[in-house]
T-cell receptor, first 117, second 112 residues
Framework: KQEVTQIPAALSVPEGENLVLNCSFT??????LQWFRQDPGKGLTSLLL?????REQTSGRLNASLDKSSGRSTLYIAASQPGDSATYLC????????????????FGRGTSLIVHP | EAQVTQNPRYLITVTGKKLTVTCSQN?????MSWYRQDPGLGLRQIYY???????DKGDVPEGYKVSRKEKRNFPLILESPSPNQTSLYFC???????????FGPGTRLTVT
C-alpha cells in the first residue's frame, strides 16, 4: 500500500529565505503527484500537478520536482513571504489500471510552514 | 468561476440524527470524491464516484453513504452519525484532462 511521508512536519523561517519541502512515497508506480496548500480551517488549493512523465513544474515562485525512481518530490519556494504561511500537502495517485484503488490518491500529513517578518 | 461548493460549512448535531452534506461542482467533472481530515491522520478518502450512478468505497467508507444522480452533485449521507465521525470533511472533483483535483471549502462536523 502506498505511503506518503512529508518532511519536515513543521518549519519556521524568516521572510526571504528559499525553502525546500520534501515528499517521499513508497510505491514508484504513480500516475501523478499534486502539491496543495491549506490555510487553517480551509480547503485545499492546488499549487502544482506533476504527471509521472514529467520531471518538474513551475508556477511563479514555486517549483516542484519529481524523481519517480527514488520516490521523491520536492517543493521549492523562492524568496518566502509571510503570506506563504500555510500547511503544504502532497498527494500521490497510483497508475491507471492498477488494482487496489488506482483512483484513490494518498496524501501526506503535510508540512506546516510559518514565515515570519 | 470554477468551484466546488459544500453546505453546510459548519454543523453540530447529535448521535443518531441523519444528516446530509451537499457538494456541487460547476466544472462538468466526471470524478468526485469525499475526504475526511483528522489531526494526526491526514486526509483519507471516504467514497468516490467515477461518473453518474457509479460510486465506490475509498479508504474509510464505514458509516457513510453517497449518491450520484447528477453529474454536478455528490452528497454525503450519514444515516446515524456517531461521535467518531466528528471531523473536517472535504468534497473534491477532478478534471479529465490533467486529473488535477479541486477541493471544496470544507464542512466542519461535530457529533455530540
Amino acid at each position: 500500500k502506498q505511503e506518503v511521508t512529508q518532511i519536515p512536519a513543521a518549519l519556521s523561517v524568516p521572510e526571504g529565505e528559499n525553502l525546500v519541502l520534501n515528499c517521499s512515497f513508497t510505491d514508484s508506480a504513480i500516475y501523478n503527484l499534486q502539491w496543495f496548500r491549506q490555510d487553517p480551517g480551509k480547503g485545499l488549493t492546488s499549487l502544482l500537478l506533476i504527471q509521472s512523465s514529467q520531471r518538474e513544474q513551475t508556477s511563479g515562485r514555486l517549483n516542484a520536482s519529481l524523481d519517480k525512481s527514488s520516490g521523491r518530490s520536492t517543493l521549492y519556494i523562492a524568496a518566502s513571504q509571510p503570506g506563504d504561511s500555510a500547511t503544504y500537502l502532497c498527494a500521490v495517485r497510483g497508475e491507471k489500471g492498477r488494482s487496489g484503488g488506482s483512483y484513490i490518491p494518498t496524501f501526506g500529513r503535510g508540512t506546516s510552514l510559518i514565515v515570519h517578518p | 468561476e470554477a468551484q466546488v461548493t459544500q453546505n453546510p460549512r459548519y454543523l453540530i448535531t447529535v448521535t443518531g440524527k441523519k444528516l446530509t452534506v451537499t457538494c456541487s461542482q460547476n466544472m462538468n467533472h466526471e470524478y468526485m470524491s469525499w475526504y475526511r481530515q483528522d489531526p494526526g491522520l491526514g486526509l483519507r478518502q471516504i467514497y468516490y464516484s467515477m461518473n453518474v450512478e457509479v460510486t465506490d468505497k475509498g479508504d474509510v467508507p464505514e458509516g457513510y453513504k453517497v449518491s450520484r444522480k447528477e453529474k454536478r452533485n455528490f452528497p454525503l449521507i450519514l444515516e446515524s452519525p456517531s461521535p467518531n465521525q466528528t471531523s473536517l470533511y472535504f468534497c473534491a472533483s477532478k478534471g479529465q484532462v490533467h486529473y488535477e483535483q479541486y477541493f471544496g471549502p470544507g464542512t466542519r462536523l461535530t457529533v455530540t
